[in-house]
């Protein structure tokens, strides 16, 4: 049985209704829990399994394998749309809320939502098992009987024959029809006085009376939810919103994220596509002037506008105008394109957005995220990675195939990318692009490696690192991992940069705030190892030179790009109107030997007989040129900019043509949060109440260096011994106790400091290397996850923890934590290669290396011969040499 088979049919056992985590499924399994989170989100994609929540992930089996649903959870529709957890929070609790939940009212601007939460709130009250899958969801908009106080009335709570004028017939009203599931009153300010009264009397009692009936209580389960445009406390009376005891408020559309606005954009484009059967491609243009116009009615016109291009750009399609269903900037309504000259949002997107170089999002029925079309990705490592080994495990390689071939594609990488720094010369406005802050951790991380490494690091590594760190950050900030398939090799084959490397995390994670993973110390190592090789490669430069009709319209245009990238690049030559081309073909000439320009040419030129200059240049001269005609502001910056990355002349050209129709994606692109491991604690104790444990916590936070998003100060009151272990086992559940702080003597193996130990700062010292070398266990831990295939990583770095810390004992040192990192990762990978039936490569006159360390010999030996008994596996004397080595320093 393959294993993602033995997942799935687990994932059926365990699932009784709540789902199972992929911890959950690996510890049944005994498998690796980054293995089985592979695997689930395989079968997500394959429409056999469905997630819920956020931390943890639960997986659900999807009836017969069918495809997941479509309808959004409250607790997905969440992840895309972050400013409203706190409401979805709400309207949670309410629908949760015991026997049968509590009444809701949602409050908003036209557009903003109301009738979609609505929706939202039944399904999750049918998939909290609050109501049955057949429970209805009846909508009513009071608005539409408002002139007709006794019709609207009679809607809602049914009429008896002869009630009025024109009744003729008994007739059922919506709270019956809604019974069992949720009626939702839109515009209900609408709603008459008489009206409202009769409703608040129903959701005391749940008891009502159809228009006429006198004599019959009639009953029903009705969750009411309710919306308005109106401030509730005016437009309502009193003694009907005193009923209402969940207000819920939706933020217009400009209180809302770009990252939300742009789930929004893609959502309704797919929803347009599934309804037209056919792909759509949407211009970045398009995308921009969407994410940016001014939308005064919300998100009910955001999708309305949208709906009008899908039909515009389909109607061009079933014409045969066009070939596909493509949305132009050029055919939105002229309000919407506004949305492109808004000068802040413009610049901030373009800047954003600039590394992708794409023409087209795509958006596809049944696709969860867009595709990208057109033009080369200049995207960061961690996407080559992710594409590369995704492409090279769908081919069926083996772990060793695989690590081989990433080595080789991460080494192209790299002389390439500093390849094209290296042509570009250093880039003086970088900072412009990255920022100050980006700029100065480089600085300090250079100078800081310069020291340790005693060599010079080059401008290519210091514009090569500015660009690679906030790549580094977007991932971390998006939630997704870091991962170097080569972690391990590179910090055997570069040990002194990767030790260097390592610390230069510290320096990012303290500037940023943020828990780099020690994967990333891989990719920093290779900057500095690629420092003083020389590219082999030779491309020329590519010179841009703008001519154009008019007094200074090429100088200006040159100067514009020039100044926004802040450089001296491009080159303006203004022909006069006056001037006949064979005149300005001489300017060019003269300037071309002036400045003696032997590199290649690309002509950005606006009309006429400019267009044929470049054939007439290269007879004479001898060099490569490309000409593009129609000459605009961004043309000149995006051949400027990718002149001076080093790109050749094809590519700058190709690039530059491109521009008409210029991508930036600002997609997230967020894949649902893996489940994390276990935060660490610290835990201070009191039995007096809390004062004092809090005391205690302030005095740590002031005087220890954490990292918040790994270590958490967690204050409790005790009330005695007895209720230490139960508090303590409940923190157990969600936290690594790392020590705890407290008067009582407590039972148990994890390191304690007394009270007055902290006050008086005498322990500090002694909790901060705690503290240090239990985050870099944590931190070795999930590289480990990244790197093993045949086990867990979390079993067998407890595993590893207990080998070092019996040689330690053993020999009676402590080794410094960057060596704490390097003998982890090994022994990790050792026993990993091990399982998998690899071999071991010979240890150099091992013989002589045992007989000159027969005391570390032993000590490691030991050691290693209660892990070999565990995994059941062969250490062989080898691998114990060359254990040996990272604790050979602390016995000379």
Do not use: W
């Amino acid at each position: 049985m393959k294993r993602i088979d033995a997942v799935y049919k687990k994932l059926k056992e365990l699932d009784q209704g709540k789902g199972a985590t992929a911890g959950e499924i690996a510890d049944a399994l005994e498998l690796s829990r980054a293995n089985v989170s592979n695997d689930l989100n395989l079968l997500f994609q394959e429409g056999k399994v469905r997630k819920e929540g956020t931390k943890p992930i639960y997986f659900r089996i999807v009836p017969d394998g069918g495809p997941e649903s479509e309808e959004r959870t409250l607790d997905s529709f969440a992840e895309k749309n972050p400013s409203l957890f706190a409401v979805i929070e709400q309207a949670k609790a309410a629908v949760l809320y015991p026997p049968k939940g509590m009444p809701i009212m949602i409050l908003g601007e036209t557009g903003t939502g109301k009738s979609m939460l609505a929706g939202l709130i039944h399904q999750y009250a049918v998939e909290m098992g609050k109501m049955t899958g057949e429970a209805p969801f009846v909508l009513f908009n009071c608005a539409d009987y408002a002139n007709n106080p006794q019709l609207l009335i009679s809607q809602l709570f049914g009429t008896m024959k002869g009630a009025y004028t024109g009744a003729d017939a008994d007739k059922a009203g919506l709270i019956e029809k809604a019974d069992g599931g949720v009626l939702f009153l839109d515009e209900v300010h609408r709603l008459p006085p008489e009206g409202q009264e009769m409703f608040f009397a129903f959701m005391d009692r749940g008891i009502f009376r159809r228009l006429g009936e006198t004599d019959i209580d009639r009953t029903a389960q009705v969750l009411i939810v309710s919306a308005t445009t109106e401030n509730p406390d005016s437009a309502l009376l009193r003694t009907f919103t005193r009923r209402i005891p969940m207000i819920l408020r939706l933020p217009s559309l400009d209180e809302r994220t770009i990252e939300e606005r742009f789930n929004l954009v893609s959502e309704f484009m797919r929803e347009e596509s599934s309804r037209l059967g056919k792909q759509i491609m949407v211009s970045v243009n398009s995308m921009r002037a969407f994410l940016s116009y001014r939308c005064p009615n919300n998100i009910g016109q955001l999708k309305t506008d949208i709906q009008l291009a899908c039909a515009k750009a389909y109607a061009d399609f079933v014409s045969r105008k066009k070939e596909e269903i493509k949305v132009s900037s050029m055919d939105l309504q002229p309000y919407i394109r506004e949305g492109l000259y808004k000068e802040t949002e413009h610049r901030q997107l373009y800047n954003k957005f600039i590394g992708f170089d794409k023409r087209y999002c795509i958006f596809a029925k049944g696709e969860k995220n867009m595709l990208l079309k057109e033009g080369e990705n200049e995207g960061s490592i961690y996407d080559m990675i992710d594409l590369r080994v995704h492409e090279l495990r769908s081919k069926g390689l083996s772990a060793e195939e695989l690590e081989s071939r990433m080595e080789k594609d991460i080494a192209d990488y790299y002389r390439k990318y500093l390849y094209k720094v290296d042509q570009s010369g250093y880039l003086p406005s970088i900072e412009n692009i990255v920022g100050s802050e980006i700029i100065r951790v480089v600085e300090e991380i250079i100078k800081f490696s310069e020291e340790r490494l005693g060599r010079a690091i080059s401008k290519k590594v210091y514009y090569a690192m500015a660009v690679h760190i906030p790549n580094s950050l977007e991932r971390l900030r998006k939630n997704r991992k870091i991962v170097n398939p080569q972690l391990n090799k590179i910090r055997v084959e570069y040990s002194e940069e990767f030790l260097v490397a390592v610390d230069c995390l510290k320096i990012i994670d303290r500037v940023f705030d943020v828990s780099m993973p020690i994967d990333e110390a891989g990719f920093l190592t290779m900057f500095l190892v690629y420092n003083d090789q020389k590219i082999a490669e030779e491309k020329k430069e590519v010179k841009i030179i703008v001519i154009a009709h008019g007094t200074s319209t090429a100088s200006s245009l040159a100067e514009t790009a020039n100044r926004l990238l802040g450089v001296q690049y491009t080159v303006g030559i203004n022909a006069l109107l006056e001037e006949k081309p064979q005149q300005v073909i001489v300017k060019l000439k003269t300037f071309l030997k002036e400045e003696k320009i032997k590199s290649d040419l690309l002509f950005l030129v606006d009309m006429g007989s400019l267009i044929n200059f470049g054939e007439e240049i290269e007879q004479e001269f001898g060099i490569n040129t490309k000409t593009i005609p129609l000459v605009s502001t961004l043309h000149v910056i995006v051949a400027t900019r990718k002149a001076m990355l080093g790109y050749s002349l094809d590519e700058v050209y190709q690039e530059t043509l491109a521009v008409n129709t210029y991508l930036g994606d600002d997609s997230p692109n967020v894949n649902l949060l893996e489940e994390q491991t276990d935060k660490l604690a610290i835990v201070t104790c009191c039995t007096t109440g809390k004062g004092s444990a809090l005391v205690l916590k302030n005095i740590l936070e002031s005087k220890l260096k954490l990292d918040r998003n790994i270590v958490e100060i967690i204050p409790v009151n005790l009330v005695g011994k007895e209720d230490v272990q139960e508090r303590l086992k409940t923190i157990g559940k969600t936290h690594r106790i790392m020590c705890i702080i407290s008067p009582l003597g407590v039972e148990t193996k994890i390191p304690q400091f007394d009270f007055n130990d902290v006050l008086n700062l005498q322990a500090i010292a002694t909790i901060q290397e705690l503290v240090e070398i239990e985050v870099t266990y944590y931190k070795i831990g999930e590289a480990l996850e990244n790197q093993l295939a045949n086990i867990k990583a979390r079993t067998a770095l407890k595993d590893i923890k207990g080998l070092i810390h019996s040689i330690e004992d053993g020999l009676k040192v402590k080794v410094d934590t960057k060596v704490l990192i390097g003998v982890a990762l090994h022994i990790g990978c050792m026993l990993d290669k091990l399982l998998s039936g690899g071999t071991i490569v010979p240890f150099e006159s091992k013989e002589q290396y045992m007989a000159q360390y027969p005391q570390l010999y032993t000590r490691v030996q030991k050691a290693c011969a209660a892990l070999a008994d565990k995994y059941r596996v062969s250490i062989t004397e080898d691998e114990i040499c060359y254990i040996m080595m990272f604790f050979l320093p602390y016995i000379e």
